[in-house]
T-cell receptor, first 116, second 111 residues
Framework: EAGVAQSPRYKIIEKRQSVAFWCNPI?????LYWYQQILGQGPKLLIQ????????DSQLPKDRFSAERLKGVDSTLKIQPAKLEDSAVYLC??????????????FGSGTQLSVL | AQSVTQLGSHVSVSEGALVLLRCNYS??????LFWYVQYPNQGLQLLLK??????LVKGINGFEAEFKKSETSFHLTKPSAHMSDAAEYFC?????????FGAGTRLTVKP
């Protein structure tokens, strides 16, 4: 079974620039999550999708962050403009439908963003 | 919303010694509880999970955790540490598919 795919693996940008991350979840997984993991901290949920609808984006800084999940499959997370404090690893995760182990999340390897 | 507190950001043990990583949670509804491990430059890997039923849960690599509702705890243990156990460990709590993580505990294993 293929895992959660994320790209790019690393990204270095200057502050005020824009950046986008891509995630392809495991086939058939209805729920998709984006987490931000700052060095030395646990992952923080940014946004949760159920199919292509947003379930929870309460911790997403909407003035600069946006995310979409077209057709309920792939997802992109964008930061525009980036700030120094956005330097972190951005993790994508997906989970199966309810009744099929939906409580278990499968994580991608993440995108490490450095904002200079 | 639910939350997790991991006691001790760094734990150091000798090879062969007991590993004990502490996790306490807060939730207004019965939670699902998880332990994840993260090796350097890798993604999070599920060690074990508690959903319902038996409160002592066994996971991969010889780890186990016990759900204690009265203490709101879900501590992770392993009887004998191995060098390959050195990693960052995260406790997480989930309700209604909303998963929140603790800050993590870095485990160091000394030879």
């Amino acid at each position: 079974e293929a895992g959660v795919a994320q790209s790019p693996r690393y990204k270095i940008i200057e502050k005020r620039q824009s950046v986008a991350f891509w995630c392809n979840p495991i086939s058939g997984h209805a729920t998709l999550y984006w987490y931000q993991q700052i060095l030395g901290q646990g992952p923080k949920l940014l946004i949760q999708f159920q199919n292509n609808g947003v379930v929870d984006d309460s911790q997403l800084p909407k003035d600069r962050f946006s995310a979409e999940r077209l057709k309920g499959v792939d997802s992109t997370l964008k930061i525009q403009p980036a700030k120094l404090e956005d330097s972190a690893v951005y993790l994508c995760a997906s989970s199966p439908p309810q009744g099929q182990g939906y409580e278990k999340l499968f994580f991608g390897s993440g995108t490490q963003l450095s904002v200079l | 919303a639910q939350s997790v507190t991991q006691l001790g950001s760094h734990v150091s043990v000798s090879e062969g010694a007991l590993v004990l990583l502490r996790c306490n949670y807060s939730s207004s509804v019965p939670p699902y509880l998880f332990w994840y491990v993260q090796y350097p430059n890798q993604g999070l890997q599920l060690l074990l999970k508690y959903t319902t039923g038996a409160t002592l849960v066994k996971g991969i690599n010889g780890f186990e955790a016990e759900f204690k509702k009265s203490e709101t705890s879900f501590h992770l243990t392993k009887p004998s540490a191995h060098m390959s156990d050195a990693a960052e460990y995260f406790c997480a709590v989930s309700t209604f598919n909303d998963m929140r993580f603790g800050a993590g505990t870095r485990l160091t294993v000394k030879p």
